[in-house]
């Protein structure tokens, strides 16, 4: 189902882990890394892989944002939603996000370019407001960073 070189670098990360099951997450995101998102197959491929039951896989990747059940855009941004962050600008810069790109949270844009998400806390409440961009956290942002920040992606 997979190419070698993702087995074997999942083969790598089970290794390093005293049971398998241990190994979900990292395995998880390899395959996602790969895919793109992790959909009923891949999440079968996955519960085989680590000798649990297919259920146990559904249920971490629908726990953790970072996993993603559904196909995402090329470009994932995830805008931080706690209190800190709207107090510092986070209610403004969903409303420019969600303006600029067309879409509303969780939403892809019809080109597939971004979906925009929310993050529960990104542990930036000194810098706020964050966002993570492909994973990589941008904190003190303006609206100004922000189009920066997706021009750079475009």
Known sequence: ??????????????????????AMVPVLQVVQGHKGWLDPESQVWVADFLGVTPMEVHEVVTFYPMLYATPMGKHVIHVCRTLSCDFCGAKELWAHLTGKLGVQRNGTTADGRFTLRAAECLASCGTAPAMLLDGERHEDLDLAKVDELLGAVS
């Open 1 to 22: 189902m997979f190419p070698d070189e993702v087995v074997q670098r999942c083969e790598t990360i089970r290794g390093h882990y005293p049971t398998p099951k241990a």
